[in-house]
């Protein structure tokens, strides 16, 4: 028997959330959503202004937004994080870790400090986070969700240049499977999205410029726009409304699950 509110299901109002790389792209459309369905929202982002600015156009919604700069790589990340949000909202119910990079080197050109950069930012910051948020949901004793950004790319690879990405949003799978079923006697569900080809500032910025790394971001993003059934890249409130689909009480049986949204490229 269902006792979720008949007229929303997505109601999300009075959760406190921190969503990383809140400041632009997929991860400011997650918090506007999460804002409009009611949340507080930490934006937590390396950009500091941007973060300011995006806490700045989310005010006057039901919920609050508030800005902190942090670079989720380093390891007193998730702590400061978490208490960013306790001392502004007083709990931390969910956590969306959306910060990632993406750069586009082929492998054999890639140094060693750029594969553990993004690693330490897409995969082991992501898996710190989760333990910072998900030891004070468990002192709450409240559950909680943890909703990790992870890619088509933790499926198959989209093109050439992408090895420590995919490999990075390859473990962000597993992990998101393998936590859940850590957290779940604690109440607290984890579950990832899966983004197809998105338009947003990063995408935007990789494909700008004039170097072989530009260039090779033009191709992908041309080649795999042809390749969509849907005949179009994705729009980052499309992500948005699935993570918080996630966050809300609609899916408050899933966990260790990923939804791919991606307008059926894995079709192809
Ligand atoms: N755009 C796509 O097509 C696409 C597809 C699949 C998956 N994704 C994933 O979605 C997420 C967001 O992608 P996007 O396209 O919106 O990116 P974006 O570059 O537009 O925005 C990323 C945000 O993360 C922040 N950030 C970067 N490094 C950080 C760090 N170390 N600590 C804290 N914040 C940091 C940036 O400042 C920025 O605000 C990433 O994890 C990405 O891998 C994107």
């Known amino acids: 028997m269902t006792t979720l509110n008949m007229s929303n299901p997505f109601d999300i109002s009075g959760k406190n959330a921190i969503v990383t790389g809140g400041a632009m792209g997929i991860g400011f459309g997650i918090a506007k959503r999460f804002v409009w369905a009611g949340a507080n929202v930490v934006i937590a982002d390396i950009d500091a202004k941007a973060a300011e600015a995006a806490a700045e156009k989310l005010s006057g919604g039901p919920g609050k937004a ?10 007193d990340a998730g702590d400061k994080m ?6 502004e909202f007083g709990s931390v119910d969910i956590l969306v870790n959306n910060a990632g990079i993406f750069p586009n080197v082929p492998m054999m050109e890639m140094d060693r400090e750029l594969f553990e950069k993004v690693l330490a930012i897409n995969l082991t910051g992501l898996a710190y986070a989760s333990k910072a948020a998900a030891a004070q949901m468990i002192a709450q004793k409240t559950g909680g969700r943890i909703i990790n950004i992870a890619s088509i790319d933790a499926i198959h690879p989209s093109a050439v240049g992408l090895a420590a990405y995919d490999a990075s949003k390859g473990g962000v799978a597993m992990f998101n499977k393998a936590f859940a079923l850590e957290v779940a006697p604690y109440g607290i569900l984890v579950n990832a999205v899966a983004p197809g080809a998105i ?4 995408v935007a910025k990789g494909m700008s410029g004039e170097g072989p790394e530009a260039e090779r971001m033009r191709q992908v993003v041309n080649e795999m726009t042809k390749m969509i059934p849907l005949q179009r890249m994705g729009d980052p409130d499309e992500i948005a409304t699935a993570t918080l689909f996630l966050a809300s009480p609609a899916a408050s049986y899933m966990t260790g699950e990923m939804i791919v949204v991606d307008g059926g490229r ?3």
């Open 66 to 75: 508030v800005a902190m700069q942090v670079d989720i790589s380093q390891p």
């Open 82 to 87: 978490v208490k960013k949000c306790v001392d």
């Open 199 to 202: 338009a947003t500032e990063g």
């Open 266 to 268: 894995l079709l192809k």
